[in-house]
């Protein structure tokens, strides 16, 4: 398997209380995994801790061949501005810019000077999201679903090997939820790596793995890979019977 991201022993303590308890987790390049588990189980911490975003109290964390723990905080920032990508619940998009220009700041902050290029890419982007037609919306002038898209078209620019998705459908209705996981799934048959944490097993059902986590541990490994022939009604139900035997 060639791996992506491989965290070892991973621990992350706030305060007195470990919130990740020495964690194991490898990702492949290509893969999607989603990760599982009740409020406070610390699913969010794990995807923070391996993307670089926090700091680890124990262990380590490899993307690819680097370890993050080594990098100076600078250096970090290069390398998930360059090679990672980042979809929130809420998108977190600055106002005083139209959707175009929120699309492009990743690009620029890194230094991309071929402006009519990244004017290129982003429309391209756009379109493929079905939001093109909206570059000078406000952000207050669009939909939550429009603004998701826009989250992803902004988190594609750099071109990143993996995505890191928090709760993506989080604040979306059902049918814009199914569009945004349509989306990724895409993205991921393309060859992006995602690593996405939710609480619906509709959305963790699109992934090839699902991983269960309670107080800190993995607590069990649900392999979905698509080849296995099942459809999306079998998946979820096989995500749900999973959800309760570990008590989610």
């Known amino acids: 398997m060639n791996k992506i991201i491989t965290g070892k022993n991973v621990v992350k ?57 080594s990098l100076k905080e600078h250096e970090l920032a290069d390398v998930r501005r360059a090679k990672m990508g980042f979809i929130f619940q809420q998108p977190t998009m600055l106002k005083n810019l139209n959707i175009l220009d929120n699309i492009l700041l990743p690009a620029m902050n890194a230094g991309k000077k071929d402006t009519a290029k990244l004017l290129q890419k982003a429309k391209a982007l756009m379109k493929k999201t079905g939001i093109d037609g909206l570059e000078n919306r406000d952000i207050t002038e669009v939909s939550g679903g429009q603004l998701q898209r826009a989250g992803i078209c902004r988190a594609l620019m750099n071109e990143p090997e993996i995505l890191f998705a928090d709760e993506p459908t989080g604040a979306l ?29 509709k959305v963790a059902a699109r992934a090839d793995r699902i991983l269960f986590t309670k107080d800190g541990n993995f607590v069990f490994e649900l392999s979905l890979q698509r080849s296995s022939g099942m459809d999306m009604e079998a998946r979820v139900e096989k995500v749900l019977a999973q959800m309760a035997a570990v008590g989610i």
């Open 13 to 69: 303590t706030y305060g007195e209380a470990n919130v990740l308890n020495g964690v194991n987790a490898e990702i492949a390049k290509g893969e999607f995994v989603a990760v599982m588990g009740p409020s406070g189980s610390g699913k969010s911490t794990l995807l923070f801790a391996l993307s670089g975003m926090d700091d680890v109290s124990d262990g380590s964390v490899m993307f690819c061949d680097t370890e993050l723990s």
């Open 173 to 201: 209705n059902s049918k814009s939820a199914e569009e945004i996981m349509d989306l990724l799934a895409n993205l991921n048959e393309e060859g992006t790596a995602i690593l996405l944490v939710t609480h619906d097993a």
